[in-house]
């Protein structure tokens, strides 16, 4: 039987369109359990590539006759041997195109909605590491926000609907993954922002990101309104757009809310934290739709792929906006962190400017889920 190559893209439609299969993951136990391709109809069965180089036979009744099968591993080529075994034994299967690393690194672009005047709004969505990004195009223009280190993407993504890259926002310094902010800025001679007081040791020029200086895009009402709202880190910024959406960064998730931990300084922050949260936000229109920078399990995805929820329906159902006792909230906070993200510390430094490792260290600084929220 033949052995044909499933793409991200396609896993990234399964997973969306909640579609039943199987996944035969053959990476180390320990990998598995920490990080693997997730949907709310997939089936897994872990079994190390290891355990299967006498041969398939002994596994073969714990897989599926009636669903499509993909064998995944880290990068690709364990799980074609094993892919190759499963067809010598009459099955038929697929294997996931560049692994996991590949699966790490795939962004499908929904589009969220329509601003003013032929305006759009554009979230990126990370499947493989819960990350949003999003992209505001109007008039011809667009601004980035949260953009990933996958910046081909992006620039592609503006070439194709005909819109340049004016403007490009990271709401926080982030530590869980790599920002391609400062690199899509420099390839398209747009303004790059960061809040000034996440930005003391960066080691490059940038626009400060500021409560009061708002932004246009292009030649329509479109405005992107700064809203200084610390916690999750001491600069982190969140947006106003169009008066319809509120891009909440990491402070505030569909299912959660941000860890203030990520510099060491949780203690410190907690208190920000809830300010942001019970003050400052409860100040704005529960019409608002809240568009987060992560996502934090599959199940927030919306039928159509995008993470949105109204800020009103947030503060009624999620449980870390309705701690009305301040000593619980805290305990909250800084006693139910998960563990830290992977290479945290050396993806920080690298969104200041103060190393610069190759492509495959970028990889692996990355591997892995992201963690930026109380659990």
């Not at 997730?38 to 355990?51: C, H, R, S, V």
Request: glycine letters at 8%.
């Amino acid at each position: 039987m033949p052995v044909n190559p499933i793409t991200t893209k396609e896993i990234a439609q399964k997973v969306i369109n909640k579609e039943a299969f199987f996944i035969l993951d053959v990476r180390n136990e320990d990998a598995f359990s920490d990080w693997k391709v997730e949907g709310e109809n997939i089936t897994y069965l872990n079994i190390p590539y290891f355990d299967l180089l006498d041969g398939v036979e002994e596994i073969l009744e714990q897989l599926p006759q009636d669903q499509d099968i993909v064998v995944v591993c880290a990068k690709e080529g364990s799980s074609i041997m094993v892919a190759d075994m499963l067809s010598d034994e009459g099955r038929t299967v697929s294997y996931l195109k560049g692994g996991m690393k590949a699966w790490s690194e795939h962004l499908e672009p929904v589009k969220v909605g329509n601003l003013k005047e032929g305006g759009e709004l554009y979230q990126f969505v990370r499947l493989g590491k819960g990350c949003l990004s999003y992209m505001i195009v109007s008039d011809g223009e667009a601004a980035l926000i949260d953009a990933t280190r996958m910046t081909d993407v992006y620039l592609d993504f503006a070439e194709e609907i005909g819109a340049t890259i004016k403007h490009v926002f990271d709401t926080h310094l982030h530590a869980d993954h790599i920002s391609g902010g400062r690199k899509i800025a420099e390839a398209t001679n747009a303004m790059y922002w960061l809040p000034p007081k996440d930005a003391q040791e960066v080691a490059f020029n940038y626009q400060p990101l500021e409560e009061g200086r708002d932004i246009n895009i292009g030649n329509t009402t479109i405005i992107i309104q700064p809203l200084y709202s610390p916690g999750h880190t001491i600069g982190s910024t969140s947006f106003i757009v169009d008066d319809a959406y509120l891009l909440s960064g990491d402070i505030l998730f569909i299912d959660s809310i941000g860890r203030p931990d990520l510099a060491g300084l949780a203690e410190d922050w907690v208190g920000d934290l809830r300010k942001t949260l019970y003050t400052r936000y409860k100040e704005l229109s529960d019409e608002l739709v809240v568009l987060p920078a992560h996502f934090m399990i599959i199940e927030e995805l919306n039928d159509d792929g995008s993470v949105s929820e109204k800020l009103g329906t947030l503060f009624a159902k999620n449980h870390g906006l309705n701690i009305e006792n301040e000593a619980e909230f805290r305990k909250l906070v800084t006693g139910n962190l998960p563990p830290q993200p992977n290479a945290y510390q050396e993806i920080r430094e690298m969104n200041m400017g103060k190393i610069n490792p190759d492509e495959e260290q970028q990889r692996e600084m990355e591997i892995g889920p992201n963690r930026c929220a109380v659990r």
